[in-house]
């Protein structure tokens, strides 16, 4: 277990040690921010009430490594921190992501982050290949270890496959989505639309130099037969 420990520590400590080195020769992005939201949707699932995300990632040279989190408001809710490992050219983008959800083992005890045991971690790992086309988009996920199985034991591979379009009308900012998932996994028992989305963006204007991004989305789960209505905003 200690040396599976030293293992993902010293791979994420790795990929910071790369980035960083690549930022001495050319030229890096920052951002750091955070959301505040109505509910935490994710994929077509509810994952909790009003929540706070915060983020930041650091890219350069079309690689990039991003940390992201969701709490709460509700004691009961997922609270969840991640990190991306990615690369992007062009259209075409890959990246492989450490979800860890702060959950509690079957003793009620909560889950220790650096737990990577085969059927006790609270970590699932995911790989994602996506191509943006400009008028539109795909992606992939793909989740290939931590804990995703299905009730007789063996490895689910969740899948997540999404496609996208932006576009404009009436002055604001508009994203089409479908997701759906080809196999039995946790999105679904089979294959299954879970995820049918529309968001609609603008700036809340505050006062004549300062202006508040929000946003408000419908999701439709056909599967789960639910739906949800979710406002947020970003500073």
Known sequence: MKKMTFKKTAMFAVALFATCSLAKAQEVEVSAGGDLTSSYIWRGQYLGGVSVQPGASVAVAGFSLAAWGSVGFDGGDTKEFDFTVGYGKGGFSVAIT??????????????????????????????????????????????????????????????????????????????????????????????????????????????????IPAFTKITFNPYEEKCYFVFGISL
Do not use: M, Q
């Open 98 to 211: 450490d979800y860890w959800f702060n959950t509690a083992d079957e003793n009620g005890d909560i889950n220790n982050y650096f737990d990577y045991g085969a059927h006790s971690t609270a970590h699932i790992f995911e790989a994602t290949a996506g191509y943006d086309f400009g008028p539109a988009a795909i992606v992939w996920n793909t989740n290939f270890a931590g804990t995703d199985y299905k009730a007789d034991g063996d490895r689910a591979y969740s899948t997540y496959v999404e496609a996208s379009a932006p576009f404009k009308l009436g002055g604001l900012d508009w994203k089409a989505e479908l997701g759906l998932t080809p196999w039995e996994g946790i999105y679904s028992n089979k294959l299954n639309v879970v995820n049918i989305g529309l968001t609609a963006g603008k700036e809340i204007r505050v006062t004549e130099t300062f202006a």
